[in-house]
């Protein structure tokens, strides 16, 4: 008898340390656990090895200009808009993942003004993430997405899709993953590598620093703003990035909430919408 009630007690506390988990995933695996799930290289798990197959479920990424239409290959520095849809007879929520690499596997990133049911995460290891802001009742998310800098050759979309009965467990769901090949257009002239292309901005959401690297080039003389979100400026900072150096920036006096972060360089400039939790 004490076995028994000691099994029972057991299984109840992995049943709620596994809602738990569930629940809290749904916040988005980049946002929550710091993980892709994507089936791109160098990810251990994707949305199906979770989620499982109990719904039929696929998965599609579709890259379009700024008229709408699907491409085919990308112009360089060009803004397109990059959306993802889970499809599954059933389902009630929907959740995913996206991210962009180069044929090396390096991040490209570019990712920009997320739609409201869509989230923003650069994590540690260069990677920026698009995925769900919370368990969404459609099955269409979307982001923007700037095209990289002269040069960096085909860019591969890598995506993962959960469709769920919303109960709490993973029985009843379904999950897929898809890559879509999106080849640079070399047939449009030479396009200067911008600020916005080079430079890396993370961890998103972030604790106490916010870290600025770029990654092709030296940047001198550059001035960090940073913004609360009703245009208050509560942080300035002249920086020198060398190129895969990190310079850092810190936070931790400030509020959490979000802010607007803003590089200036010789003209140019980048915003970012930043989260910080402190």
Not at 91 to 111: P, T
Not at 178 to 183: G, H, I, Q, R, T
Not at 196 to 217: D, F, Q
Not at 236 to 252: D, F, G, I, P
Request: glycine share 10%; charged share 15%.
């Amino acid at each position: 008898m004490k076995k028994t009630l000691l099994s029972i007690f057991a299984l109840s506390i992995l049943a709620i340390g596994i809602q738990i988990t569930l629940t809290s995933n749904a916040s988005g695996r980049a946002f929550f656990a710091s993980s892709g799930n994507t089936g791109a290289p160098g990810e251990s798990t994707t949305c199906r090895s979770c989620h499982g197959s109990a719904f039929s479920t696929t998965v599609s990424i579709v890259i379009k200009d700024s008229l709408r239409n699907p491409i085919t290959s990308y112009i360089p520095g060009t803004v397109y808009n990059a959306e993802f849809t889970v499809n599954a007879t059933g389902a009630i929520r929907y959740g995913f993942q996206l991210v962009s690499l180069n044929s090396s596997n390096s991040a490209v990133n570019g990712f920009s003004t997320p739609n409201v049911n869509t989230r923003l995460v650069t994590l540690g290891n260069g990677r920026q993430y698009a995925e769900h802001a919370g368990k969404s009742t459609t099955n269409s998310f979307g982001t923007q997405w700037t095209a990289p800098a002269t040069g960096t050759g085909t860019v591969t979309f890598y995506g993962g899709g959960a469709a769920v009965d919303n109960n709490g467990f993973i029985g009843g769901d379904g999950g897929n993953i898809a890559s879509f090949n999106l080849p640079e257009n070399t047939s449009v002239g030479f396009v200067e590598s911008t600020l916005r292309n080079e430079l890396l901005v993370y961890p998103n959401p972030t604790r106490n620093v916010i870290k600025l690297k770029n990654t092709s080039s030296d940047v001198k003389n550059a001035v960090a703003e940073l913004y609360t979100i009703s245009g208050q400026l509560v942080l300035t900072k002249n920086v020198s990035l060398k190129q895969n150096n990190a310079e850092r920036l810190n936070v931790s006096n400030l509020e959490n909430g979000y802010y607007i972060l803003k590089i200036s360089n010789e003209g140019q400039t980048v915003e970012e919408k930043i989260m910080i939790q402190n």
